[in-house]
C-alpha cells in the first residue's frame, strides 16, 4: 500500500511561484508513475501532470505547460511540482498521486494541499 502525503500549499500573488512536495512510502516506488492532479471549487479534478520512470517521459495539460514543472526524486521517494507565473485559475487543492505505469488508472491519491492565488 502507497502513502502520499503533500505539503507546500499556500497563497500567493497572481505571477508568483510555489512548490509542491509529494513523499511516497509504502512501495517501491521507482515502478509508479507519478501524477498531480487538482480540483477547484465546483469543477471536477483535472490532470496537471505525470512522470514516468521507466519511459521517462513527462506530461502536462496544456493550461500548465511552461508554467509548471514535474521532478521525481527517486532516491528520497518524492516528487515535486515547481509552479511558476501563477495565476487566480491556477487555485485549487492540489493533489498527488501514482499508478503502476502498466495501468491507466491511478491508484493512490494523498489527502491534498489546498494553493491559493491573488489576483
Known amino acids: 500500500q502507497v502513502q502520499l502525503v503533500e505539503s507546500g500549499g499556500g497563497l500567493v500573488q497572481a505571477g508568483g511561484s510555489l512548490r509542491l512536495s509529494c513523499a511516497a512510502s509504502?512501495?517501491?516506488?521507482?515502478?509508479?508513475?507519478m501524477g498531480w492532479f487538482r480540483q477547484a471549487p465546483g469543477k471536477e479534478r483535472e490532470f496537471v501532470a505525470e512522470?514516468?520512470?521507466?519511459?521517462?517521459?513527462?506530461y502536462y495539460a496544456d493550461s500548465v505547460k511552461g508554467r509548471f514543472t514535474i521532478s521525481r526524486d527517486n532516491a528520497k521517494n518524492t516528487v515535486s511540482l515547481q509552479m511558476n507565473s501563477l495565476k487566480p485559475e491556477d487555485t485549487a487543492v492540489y493533489y498527488c498521486?501514482?499508478?503502476?505505469?502498466?495501468?491507466?488508472?491511478?491508484?493512490?491519491w494523498g489527502q491534498g494541499t489546498q494553493v491559493t492565488v491573488s489576483s
Open positions: 498521486a501514482a499508478r503502476d505505469e502498466a495501468t491507466a488508472n491511478y491508484d493512490y
Open positions: 509504502g512501495g517501491t516506488f521507482r515502478r509508479y508513475v
Open positions: 512522470k514516468t520512470w521507466i519511459s521517462g517521459v513527462t
